[in-house]
Structures are given as structure tokens and as C-alpha cells.
């Protein structure tokens, strides 16, 4: 199993910036693809971005591709989300989410969350 630590949001105005971290402890960090969701009051929670194991390839919702950056550090068991250009649309609390693909099958763990709130 994986533990996951997020940390890094917070209150920032729009325009603005800002890097979310999620530490893993516990499994193999290079075994997990590694994906950042969000879920805004009243929203269901939704993909924001995913890397593969290796960071080799990435994926984006489409209202954060060009603004939102993921990447992964293996040997800091570290995975992070840069935020630029944010919106007060962006404001939702942010979670890390490790996926483990075994046989055909998934198993996933997520983290306790981070809010993040864009606001003038």
C-alpha cells in the first residue's frame, strides 16, 4: 500500500500561481501512475492531470491544459501539480490519487486532500 500527503494549496488572487506537492510513503512510488483530481462545492470530483510510471507521458483535462503542469520526482516519492494562470473556476480541494495495475486490475489510494481557493 501507498500513504499520500498532499500539501502546497492555499489562497492565492486570480492570475496567480501555485505548486502542489503529494509525497508517497509506504510501496514502490514508480509503480503507481500518478493523477491529481479536484472537487469543487456541489461538483462531482474530476481528472486534472495524470503521468505514467516513468513520467514519460502525461494527460490534461482540456480546462487546464497550457496552464497546469504535472510531473514526478521518483527518487522523492514526490508527485507535483504547477498552477499557473489560475481562475476562480480552479477553486476546489485538490487530491492525489496512486493507481497500482495488477493483473488487469486497479487499485487505488488517495490522498486527504488540499484546498485551493482563487479569489480576489
Known amino acids: 500500500q501507498v500513504q499520500l500527503v498532499e500539501s502546497g494549496g492555499g489562497l492565492v488572487q486570480p492570475g496567480g500561481s501555485l505548486r502542489l506537492s503529494c509525497v508517497a510513503s509506504g510501496s514502490s512510488f514508480s509503480s503507481y501512475a500518478m493523477s491529481w483530481y479536484r472537487q469543487a462545492p456541489g461538483h462531482e470530483r474530476e481528472l486534472v492531470a495524470y503521468?505514467?510510471?516513468?513520467?514519460?507521458?502525461?494527460n490534461y483535462a482540456d480546462s487546464v491544459k497550457g496552464r497546469f503542469t504535472i510531473s514526478r520526482d521518483n527518487a522523492k516519492n514526490t508527485v507535483y501539480l504547477q498552477m499557473n494562470s489560475l481562475k476562480p473556476e480552479d477553486t476546489a480541494v485538490f487530491y492525489c490519487?496512486?493507481?497500482?495495475?495488477?493483473?488487469?486490475?486497479?487499485?487505488?489510494?488517495w490522498g486527504q486532500g488540499t484546498q485551493v481557493t482563487v479569489s480576489s
Open positions: 490519487n496512486a493507481r497500482l495495475t495488477w493483473l488487469g486490475f486497479n487499485s487505488d489510494y
Open positions: 503521468i505514467t510510471r516513468d513520467g514519460g507521458s502525461t
